[in-house]
């Protein structure tokens, strides 16, 4: 199954990625004149999706050292409708979350395709990183193609 994310940070520059699962995004950052990771994004999946069938797949992040996931933001998955694809949960929010805690997050994002062929669906995912010094809120627009059976 091939997966095409669009991933980007409410600044202007925005990177399209289409590669093979899993999709992988690293967030970095220029601190002090020098660059810094703050965190990897990542989309694993179920490698079939059938017609009909309920298919789960994961949105993970994992904060990058000295960098961690501020536990009281309000913390979201927003999928956005479409009509051949029905969501369990349209909305997650923290509580919904697999895992969630300073070191990072995932959301098991659970779908039933309704037509074969490319399928495609978005969200966003809203969550603060902070460190020491600084926290920051970010929302990382979501773009999925699923080949469904």
């Known amino acids: 199954m091939l997966f095409a ?3 980007s ?14 999709v992988s995004m690293t967030e970095k950052t220029k601190e002090s004149g020098k660059e810094e990771v ?14 009909g069938q309920s298919t789960t797949l994961k949105v993970k992040l994992a904060a ?24 369990a949960k349209q909305k997650l929010k923290k509580t919904d979350a697999v895992r969630l805690d300073e070191q990072g ?3 098991a994002v659970q779908f ?16 603060a990183i902070c460190k020491a010094e600084s926290c920051s809120p970010v929302t990382k627009k979501l773009s999925f193609e699923v080949d469904v059976k």
């Open 112 to 127: 039933t395709p309704t037509s074969a062929g490319k399928q495609k669906f978005s969200g966003k995912l809203k969550f």
């Open 64 to 87: 990058k050292d000295p960098w961690h996931v501020n536990m009281a933001f309000p913390t979201a998955l927003q999928l956005d409708s479409t009509s051949t694809i029905q969501f």
């Open 105 to 107: 997050l995932e959301f």
């Open 5 to 7: 994310v669009l991933l």
């Open 38 to 51: 703050r965190f990897d994004l990542k989309v694993d999946e179920k490698t079939t999706a059938k017609k």
């Open 9 to 22: 940070s409410s600044s202007s520059n925005a990177s399209i990625y289409e590669m093979d699962v899993p």
